[in-house]
Nanobody, 125 residues
């Protein structure tokens, strides 16, 4: 059974930091691109960041570039998102999701085949 489980969310003040973690099981983690997706209150899902299977390629949406860092540890089946200089507009439910990334175009993935339950990030001003 495939599972992805996120953790590490919480409440922080503007300018603070959080590190999200995601542990995956039930598939060969090292064979797949992985992504972070978020859903802000009252809004749709938005692709935030992605990383290829060998950590040689990464993607960040413009609004988080320079503040967020995605990484993975294939030996531990772990995906991470280090979030620094957090802003109130980063408030959202953050999901770890398996998805095939088109690294040529960097268009948002059209299909995420496995998701976690999400971890809430709340940034106060």
């Amino acid at each position: 059974e495939v599972q992805v489980v996120e953790s590490g969310g919480g409440m922080v003040q503007s300018g603070g930091s959080l590190r999200l973690s995601c542990v995956a099981s039930g598939f060969t983690f090292s064979n797949y691109d992985m992504t972070w997706v978020r859903q802000a209150p009252g809004k749709g899902f938005a692709w935030v960041s992605g990383i290829d299977s060998s950590s040689t390629k990464t993607y960040y949406v413009d609004s988080v570039k320079g503040r967020f860092t995605i990484s993975r540890d294939n030996a531990k089946n772990m995906l991470y998102l280090q979030m620094n200089s957090l802003k109130p507009e980063d408030t959202a439910l953050y999901y770890c999701a398996r998805a095939r990334v088109d690294w040529a175009t960097l268009n948002p993935p059209t299909f995420y085949d496995y998701w976690g339950q999400g971890t809430q990030v709340t940034v106060s001003s």
